[in-house]
């Protein structure tokens, strides 16, 4: 088995830096023009969605509310309705939130600076980190699940990071971040990017190009002739699930301009009455949520769950997105 060769940590930084600006994608988030906010709502909006379905929202979003105080002053309902089918809504309403803390504390602007952008709600170490780092050019470590399969290809030899982020992989991305003393961390920057994207372009979890890796000559998984991963990743199940049933849920009250019988939502009332007067896609809403097979039982834990969460609120009237 070919051994892999001592390495060159500043050509493979270079390597990478120079592959990613001929081959990375053309992203607005990525662009001179874009805002922190715009980097920001990215950041909220990439976490567990793939690009194609992020990008379409994000342009609209930025339309629409293409400053932190223009989200801020609007009903966080609005923002989960504008999140659309992305999923994990509760990220909209973090995303609201976070909005009007920016307006009221840093008069307006996302702030810069990693301990300000963790105290802002739906903000964790990831987040907090990219855009410090995207936004601003703060060279904070960033590792999201791409940059981890890299670095576990790439320096460990194994197929796929472990199943959770660990310590010692935290350490590792750390230790191979370039040195911010030469260029005040431009080259640190754009390796957190150029990784990324290897990772979503190349060196994906299921059928990798090491052909057309700029680094595959340094690579510890290559040399020792990729071997299978150490464990079989578990996809997370859609059918049946509480998920779907509270996207179902969550797809009526976006759809609809008025307040929704729960019973309507539990399945435990006849949906014409409700239909009358809606428009094609709350119909098929409707009819997609009276259709899944879940029990009274279900469907009221999921229920419950979205009103716990303050995804959904009884107005009285009825259910409805929260104000």
């Not at 060769?5 to 990613?20: G, I, Q």
């Not at 003393?181 to 290897?198: H, K, P, S, T, Y």
């Not at 595959?216 to 779907?244: F, I, L, M, N």
């Amino acid at each position: 088995m070919p051994s892999t060769p001592p390495l060159d940590l500043d050509a493979v930084h270079h390597s990478l830096a120079d592959w990613f600006g001929v081959r990375g994608r053309d992203l607005p988030w990525r662009r001179p023009e874009c805002t922190p906010w715009g980097v920001m709502v990215s950041e909220f909006m990439l976490q567990q969605t793939p690009v194609v379905r992020v990008l379409p929202v994000w342009e609209e979003w930025m339309n629409r509310w293409p400053r932190p105080t223009d989200l801020a002053a609007e009903p966080a309902g609005e923002a989960v309705r504008a999140w659309g089918r992305l999923g994990y809504p509760r990220r909209a309403l973090r995303l609201a939130e976070a909005a009007r803390q920016i307006a009221e504390d840093h008069d307006g602007q996302v702030p810069s600076t990693y301990a300000e952008l963790l105290a802002l709600p739906g903000v964790g170490s990831y987040t907090a980190a990219a855009i410090s780092c995207f936004a601003f050019g703060i060279p904070e470590t960033v590792v999201d699940t791409n940059i981890r399969r890299v670095h576990a290809r790439l320096i460990s030899g194994r197929a796929l990071p472990e199943p959770s982020h660990t310590a010692a992989e935290a350490r590792l991305a750390a230790d191979l971040m370039p040195r911010v003393d030469q260029d005040n961390g431009q080259l640190a920057c754009i390796w957190n990017a150029a990784v990324m994207e290897l990772g979503a372009l190349v060196c994906t979890a299921r059928s990798p190009q090491c052909a057309d890796c700029p680094v595959s000559a340094s690579c510890a998984w290559v040399a020792a002739g990729r071997p299978a991963p150490h464990y079989v990743p578990k996809g997370q199940p859609w059918e049946g699930t509480d998920r779907q049933v509270r996207g179902a849920m969550m797809a009526v009250l976006r759809l609809s301009d008025e307040p929704v019988a729960a019973g309507t939502l539990l399945g435990a009332e006849d949906t014409d009455a409700a239909t009358n007067e809606a428009t094609v896609g709350l119909v098929t809403a409707l009819q997609r949520l009276r259709d899944l097979p879940a029990g009274p039982e279900q469907r009221q834990r999921c229920l419950d769950g979205l009103m716990a969460d303050g995804l959904a609120v009884d107005s009285g009237r009825g259910i409805v997105l929260p104000h």
